[in-house]
């Protein structure tokens, strides 16, 4: 990648993600999970993880951040609390993660089969570009093949996890949760963002602003941002 493209990626990254850094919210609970299970045992890494949401959530609200990711977060821990009690199982601390797996990848493979391909809408949502651009016939394929891509990793991580959530492998199921997070997640935006600008040149469809315009062929097309 020359250097002109990765200060794209970077500033499409900023433009994105600005004021949403959710990291610590998904991330530090199942590591501080991860660490005092293996110290401490099973109760003492439930209760430490579901304190340390509860402070991440008590930070986010004293400095005045969004709390979308914070109860979100908090949410997740307390309904993993509750499942790895019921269960008795310390891997069902996970049990909800992959239940929420299962539920992204049904909804990307029917929304590439209804032709309104998922990661369609999360641009949308995320730039608020016009949702009728994105079903035009020379645009939407990029987004339906990208979705495709989506569907392959989840499901790919989905089958991955079942197997050690199985096996009851716990640690292994702790570690594989946080790679394929976030450092998975932003690797897999960073190709779909690749592939996905290539792919809309290659169509020769209009851009979001010609879109608007109403401009008529032959079109300049979209150059940058997906």
Do not use: C
């Not at 990254?13 to 501080?32: E, Y």
């Amino acid at each position: 990648m020359n250097t002109s493209k990765f200060r794209e990626l970077s500033e499409e990254f900023r433009t994105v993600f600005t004021g949403r850094s959710n990291l610590a919210d998904s991330i530090l609970p199942p590591l501080v999970f991860l660490i005092i299970h293996r110290l401490l045992g099973f109760e003492v890494a439930l209760w430490s993880s579901l304190a340390l949401a509860l402070i991440i959530t008590a930070v986010r609200l004293r400095r005045r951040q969004p709390l979308t990711y914070a109860l979100g977060g908090l949410g997740g821990v307390v309904a993993a609390l509750l499942i790895a009690r019921w269960l008795g199982r310390a891997e069902g601390y996970f049990l909800p993660g992959l239940a929420t797996g299962v539920l992204t990848t049904v909804i990307a493979v029917a929304s590439v089969i209804a032709g309104r391909p998922l990661v369609a809408w999360t641009s949308h949502i995320a730039r608020r570009w016009p949702l009728d651009w994105y079903w035009h016939p020379k645009v939407r394929p990029a987004y339906s093949e990208v979705t495709v891509a989506w569907v392959i990793f989840f499901a790919l991580r989905l089958v991955f996890q079942f197997s050690l959530f199985q096996n009851r492998a716990t640690e292994l199921l702790a570690v594989s949760n946080i790679i394929t997070g976030w450092p998975a997640t932003i690797a897999l935006l960073a190709i779909s963002y690749l592939y996905g600008t290539w792919r809309l040149q290659h169509l020769k469809g209009p851009s979001v602003e010609e879109f608007r315009e109403g401009a008529q062929p032959p079109w300049m097309g979209q150059r940058r941002g997906f």
